[in-house]
T-cell receptor, first 115, second 112 residues
Framework: GAVVSQHPSRVICKSGTSVKIECRSL??????MFWYRQFPKKSLMLMAT?????????EQGVEKDKFLINHASLTLSTLTVTSAHPEDSSFYIC???????????FGSGTRLTVV | AQRVTQPEKLLSVFKGAPVELKCNYS??????LFWYVQYSRQRLQLLLR??SRESIKGFTADLNKGETSFHLKKPFAQEEDSAMYYC??????????????FGQGTILTVHP
């Protein structure tokens, strides 16, 4: 079945630094990738939608300059948290879709802790 | 605006008992509904979607447009069903086409 690999699974960084999270579709081409943020025992909040080769579409309230998304190929999307602050600490999850009417495959998530 | 509501944050049942996880939605168009499950320390995985009308791991869910509900049911819960369950709605059109809106999630605990 479709597999999405997300790395790193866990990262601790200092306040003010940037962190890059990678999301790769291993055995299919992901035309669309979604990035979510999940708070402890709470729902997934969609941050942005990215289509290969075009700019990401950010949800209301999500700072596009802080959460940089790149979807340069059909198998790779990256989320860079720039100038991270402790309030950015969270669980970030990516999801890939082969087409809008198809299914979604989720990554295993990245636990970001900003100290 | 579109919304998915799972009224129960926590649900506990004993093994062998029936279980129903509630999901209600608010959507102006024709929705596509999903149930996702997240076992401890694992990624989200699809449990079922309403258009396929299939039963997975003994779970079923029927879309009731009159009541705008998509409750998840299983007649006899098993301990391995303990997990976080999310109801989700896929937007069928407009600028949000293809996006998923998730409910708040329900943590199901099945006691032995």
């Amino acid at each position: 079945g479709a597999v999405v690999s997300q790395h790193p699974s866990r990262v601790i960084c200092k306040s003010g630094t940037s962190v890059k999270i990678e999301c790769r579709s291993l055995d299919f081409q992901a035309t669309t990738m979604f990035w979510y943020r999940q708070f402890p025992k709470k729902s997934l909040m969609l941050m942005a939608t990215s289509n290969e080769g075009s700019k990401a579409t950010y949800e209301q309230g999500v700072e596009k300059d802080k959460f940089l998304i790149n979807h340069a190929s059909l198998t790779l999307s990256t989320l860079t948290v720039t100038s991270a602050h402790p309030e950015d600490s969270s669980f970030y999850i990516c999801s890939a879709s082969q087409g809008i009417s198809g299914g979604y495959t989720f990554g295993s998530g990245t636990r970001l802790t900003v100290v | 605006a579109q919304r998915v509501t799972q009224p129960e944050k926590l649900l506990s049942v004993f093994k062998g008992a029936p279980v129903e996880l509630k999901c209600n939605y608010s959507y102006s168009g024709s929705p596509e509904l999903f149930w996702y499950v997240q076992y401890s320390r694992q990624r989200l995985q699809l449990l079922l979607r309403h258009i396929s009308r299939e039963s997975i791991k003994g779970f079923t869910a029927d879309l009731n447009k009159g009541e705008t509900s998509f409750h998840l049911k299983k007649p006899f819960a098993q301990e391995e069903d303990s997990a976080m369950y999310y109801c989700a709605l896929r937007h069928a059109g407009g600028t949000s086409y293809g996006k998923l809106t998730f409910g708040q999630g329900t943590i199901l605990t099945v006691h032995p």
